[in-house]
């Protein structure tokens, strides 16, 4: 007989992953001798994460379904900044979290639109992730 508890404690890091990311939970217990998970994720990038997290836990899945479903509604909202004059990644970075030497998340979050921290261009749109 397969035990919810024991289960749950093998796989602390995915439920530790799920709730850091918002994704909302419908079910959590047994079925047909595996831990059954089943809910819904802000992105497909959220759901990417937590898949990569079971298969470290368990690369062959024999006892684990993960149900994921995405639902946008649940997608962390996210702030955008308009670089000025005088801009820097490190300034922006200590306005929105106090630290400077946080810029590397503004960086790592636009690499869509940045090729080099130290270039930012005035009137850029960035993404400030929490």
């Known amino acids: 007989m397969v035990d919810l508890d024991q289960l749950k404690q093998k796989y602390a890091s995915v439920l530790n992953l799920i709730t850091q990311s918002g994704v909302q939970l419908s079910h959590v217990h047994i079925q047909d001798d595996k831990l059954y998970i089943e ?64 810029y590397t998340k503004i960086f790592e979050a636009n690499r869509n639109v940045l090729s080099d921290p130290n270039m930012v261009k005035v009137g850029q749109q960035l993404v400030i992730p929490d």
């Not at 509604?73 to 996210?78: E, G, R, T």
């Open 39 to 102: 809910g819904a994720a802000g992105s497909d990038a959220i759901k990417n994460r937590i898949w990569d997290q079971v298969k470290v836990v368990n690369p062959s899945l024999n006892d684990i379904t993960l149900n994921l479903s995405v639902d946008p509604s649940l997608a962390p909202k996210q702030k955008t900044y308009t670089v000025a004059a005088g801009d820097s990644l490190s300034k922006i970075a200590k306005q929105f979290y106090g630290n400077a030497n946080e």
